[in-house]
């Protein structure tokens, strides 16, 4: 089937093997299921090995079966396309994330355009067959496992296909970031927005720098709640990522496909840098001195200054942040430039001097000032720059890309102009927007943004034209953690919303209108039951759990529906 509106061929009963994200063409293969077993092999054509050592180290531990290497009979080793057993094999004729999978008499068949094209395929054959391949322990040692006589051809809609993660006002561990790419890859998402810098909290390693994770990664008490909330939590908070915790997370996203943008946010949400180096921030209008890191949340008055040494300071930081992502897996950095209040750029005669100097016309222009320079100076280096869209004040730096998060109007400005653009509007897929209007709801902050809401999302704004279309390069949730202390909050408000946001970046759906919810609905019983092996702490379809519930913490509950911009 494509996606709710396509008709299947043969006895496939889509709701029962909930299939998320739907993909453009299933039906019944003539073969009957297919066994696994100890003796099962797993034949891996060149190009595909990463792809086998993956399978191991999930279906192994969750089925107890060994997966040995194919032998000579098995042809796994030469080209993979013949052989029995599960066979891993490429053909440059698919889209590079395009896969076929196809149940055999003799063999489970995953053929894609590239490695990453055989790894989707993989995690739709984790689905096959079943809630416990999501487990990491056989629940009945010695059962029976059997692959669905299914046909599978896929691809994506769009290359980007991403989820962002704040970690700056709320750290979560290297763990639980590692935890969070295998939870991406599962959905076939293929990108991993990185929010490491903002005013609550610095959470990158720079060695030149040290005072940014001594000073800049704690804050000596946190709001409870939305900031209009009068609790305060006084425990001292923070954390960051050593060089070698970014090392290791963005290789193991490597090794599932998946890349890693990293956001350093300037000029704007620079506290926790101000505070741990004074001397960056706005020094003739306040004393940067008695800056600490920021214990609440909202827009942040205290900036960057626009001096020759900031420049210079976050091309050292800049510098270490390239050589920790690789170009090969991050092509784009993110340097925020969102939600940057020019009330003490007006005050301050430095900038106003400098406002002079370049010719500009005022404190937006400084500002893509900023933006400019960092994409002129990351595309020396083989990068591309990427903020929000706020980066369009002013003029738009001319390799920029643009995430649009006020809704649609800085994507389609963008688009028009001929610039690429991610489209994230926070009307849609913010996931920290509570997800239903009743008072259950932990902490509920802004628009109500239901499992349904988000399935009815379309990234290519109504009415742009078809050359402006192709610079949209896909789509992305974005989580902030204002309000989610820990792992399980983030897994609450991220889930089940993610799964429904998933099949919208990959699948070919139907217009928003026509879209089969109750379908989508059906497949999500078993993608439940998947979501409980892996331990995701959703929020269940009839409301929260009394342990999911903050009562007596304030949040920010907006009456009615936004309008889309």
Same mark, same amino acid.
């Given at each position: 089937?494509?996606?709710?509106?396509?008709?299947?061929?043969?006895?496939?009963?889509?709701?029962?093997?909930?299939? &998320?994200?739907?993909?453009?063409?299933? #039906?019944?293969?003539?073969?009957? !299921?297919?066994?696994?077993?100890?003796?099962?092999?797993?034949? $891996?054509?060149?190009?595909?090995?990463?792809?086998?050592?993956?399978?191991?180290?999930?279906? +192994?531990?969750?089925? +107890?079966?060994?997966?040995?290497?194919?032998?000579?009979?098995?042809?796994?080793? +030469?080209?993979?396309?013949?052989?029995?057993?599960?066979?891993?094999?490429?053909?440059?004729?698919?889209?590079?994330?395009?896969?076929?999978?196809?149940?055999?008499?003799?063999?489970?068949? &995953?053929?894609?355009?590239?490695? $990453? +094209?055989?790894?989707?395929?993989?995690?739709?054959?984790?689905?096959?067959?079943?809630?416990?391949?999501?487990?990491?322990?056989?629940?009945? *040692?010695?059962?029976?496992?059997?692959? *669905?006589?299914?046909?599978?051809?896929?691809?994506?809609?769009?290359?980007?296909?991403?989820?962002?993660?704040?970690?700056?006002?709320?750290?979560?561990?290297?763990?639980?970031?590692?935890? @969070?790419?295998?939870? =991406?890859?599962?959905?076939?998402?293929?990108?991993? %927005?990185?929010?490491?810098?903002?005013?609550?909290?610095?959470?990158?390693?720079?060695?030149?720098?040290?005072?940014?994770?001594?000073?800049?990664?704690?804050?000596?008490?946190?709001?409870?709640? %939305?900031?209009?909330?009068?609790?305060?939590?006084?425990?001292?908070?923070?954390?960051?990522?050593?060089?070698?915790?970014?090392?290791?997370?963005?290789?193991?996203?490597?090794?599932?496909?998946?890349?890693?943008?990293?956001?350093?946010?300037?000029?704007? %949400?620079?506290?926790?840098?101000?505070?741990?180096?004074?001397? =960056?921030?706005?020094?003739?209008?306040?004393?940067?001195? #008695?800056?600490?890191?920021?214990?609440?949340?909202?827009?942040?008055?205290?900036?960057?200054?626009?001096?020759?040494?900031?420049?210079?300071?976050?091309?050292?930081?800049?510098?270490?942040?390239?050589?920790?992502?690789?170009?090969?897996?991050?092509?784009?950095?993110?340097?925020?430039?969102?939600?940057?209040?020019?009330?003490?750029?007006?005050?301050?005669?430095?900038?106003?001097?400098?406002?002079?100097?370049?010719?500009?016309?005022?404190?937006?222009?400084?500002?893509?000032?900023?933006?400019?320079?960092?994409?002129?100076?990351?595309?020396?280096?083989?990068?591309? =720059?990427?903020?929000?869209?706020?980066?369009?004040?002013?003029?738009?730096?001319?390799?920029?890309?643009?995430?649009?998060?006020?809704?649609?109007?800085?994507? &389609?400005?963008?688009?028009?102009?001929?610039?690429?653009?991610?489209?994230? !509007?926070?009307?849609?897929?913010?996931?920290?927007?509570?997800?239903?209007?009743?008072?259950?709801?932990?902490?509920?902050?802004?628009?109500?943004?239901?499992?349904?809401?988000? @399935?009815?999302?379309?990234?290519?704004?109504?009415?742009?034209?078809?050359?402006?279309?192709?610079?949209?390069?896909?789509?992305?949730?974005?989580?902030?953690?204002?309000?989610?202390?820990?792992?399980?909050?983030?897994?609450?408000?991220?889930? !089940?919303?993610?799964?429904?946001?998933?099949?919208?970046?990959?699948?070919?759906?139907?217009?928003?209108?026509?879209?089969?919810?109750?379908?989508?609905?059906?497949?999500?019983?078993?993608?439940?039951?998947?979501?409980?092996?892996?331990?995701?702490?959703?929020?269940?379809?009839?409301?929260?759990?009394?342990?999911?519930?903050? !009562?007596?913490? =304030?949040?920010?509950?907006?009456?009615?529906?936004?309008?889309?911009?």
């Amino acid at each position: 089937m494509t996606p709710e509106n396509s008709v299947s061929t043969g006895a496939v009963d889509t709701a029962a093997l909930g299939l &998320i994200p739907a993909p453009r063409t299933l #039906t019944a293969a003539a073969a009957g !299921p297919y066994p696994l077993g100890c003796t099962t092999p797993l034949n $891996a054509a060149p190009g595909t090995e990463g792809v086998a050592r993956w399978l191991r180290t999930t279906l +192994g531990p969750a089925t +107890g079966l060994p997966l040995p290497e194919g032998g000579p009979t098995g042809a796994g080793r +030469g080209s993979g396309s013949t052989g029995r057993g599960i066979v891993l094999a490429l053909d440059a004729s698919l889209a590079p994330e395009g896969y076929r999978l196809a149940v055999e008499a003799n063999a489970v068949r &995953i053929t894609g355009g590239t490695a $990453a +094209g055989v790894f989707r395929g993989a995690q739709t054959l984790r689905q096959l067959l079943g809630p416990d391949a999501f487990r990491r322990a056989p629940l009945v *040692p010695g059962r029976t496992w059997e692959v *669905p006589p299914v046909v599978i051809e896929d691809e994506p809609r769009f290359g980007w296909r991403g989820m962002m993660l704040d970690v700056s006002r709320h750290f979560l561990p290297k763990d639980d970031i590692l935890r @969070y790419l295998d939870l =991406l890859a599962a959905h076939k998402l293929n990108v991993f %927005h990185f929010h490491l810098t903002d005013d609550q909290g610095w959470r990158i390693e720079i060695k030149r720098y040290p005072r940014l994770t001594e000073v800049g990664s704690w804050r000596s008490r946190t709001k409870y709640g %939305h900031r209009a909330s009068e609790l305060w939590d006084e425990t001292p908070y923070g954390g960051f990522y050593t060089q070698d915790d970014i090392r290791e997370i963005v290789t193991y996203a490597a090794e599932r496909h998946i890349r890693v943008v990293p956001e350093i946010d300037i000029p704007g %949400h620079s506290q926790a840098a101000i505070s741990a180096y004074p001397e =960056l921030g706005n020094t003739d209008v306040i004393d940067t001195t #008695t800056l600490s890191v920021w214990d609440t949340w909202g827009v942040n008055p205290n900036v960057l200054a626009p001096t020759d040494n900031t420049l210079r300071f976050f091309e050292g930081v800049l510098e270490e942040v390239l050589e920790l992502f690789p170009a090969a897996t991050s092509p784009f950095v993110h340097m925020g430039g969102d939600e940057c209040p020019k009330d003490q750029w007006k005050e301050s005669p430095l900038a106003q001097a400098r406002i002079a100097e370049l010719g500009v016309k005022d404190e937006d222009g400084l500002q893509s000032w900023f933006i400019r320079h960092f994409d002129a100076w990351l595309t020396a280096r083989g990068r591309r =720059l990427i903020g929000w869209d706020e980066i369009l004040e002013g003029g738009l730096a001319e390799g920029a890309a643009v995430s649009s998060w006020r809704g649609y109007a800085g994507g &389609i400005a963008a688009a028009e102009a001929g610039h690429d653009v991610v489209m994230c !509007p926070e009307q849609q897929v913010y996931l920290d927007h509570r997800q239903d209007g009743g008072p259950d709801e932990p902490m509920p902050i802004g628009y109500v943004r239901s499992l349904e809401d988000v @399935y009815r999302f379309e990234p290519v704004p109504p009415g742009l034209s078809e050359e402006a279309a192709r610079h949209i390069l896909g789509t992305q949730a974005n989580v902030w953690t204002e309000v989610m202390q820990n792992r399980a909050r983030v897994d609450y408000q991220v889930f !089940p919303r993610l799964a429904a946001f998933a099949e919208v970046a990959w699948s070919a759906l139907p217009a928003p209108a026509d879209r089969d919810f109750a379908a989508f609905d059906a497949r999500m019983t078993a993608h439940y039951a998947r979501l409980d092996a892996l331990g995701v702490d959703y929020r269940p379809p009839a409301g929260p759990y009394p342990r999911q519930q903050r !009562p007596g913490i =304030l949040g920010r509950p907006l009456d009615g529906v936004p309008p889309v911009v």
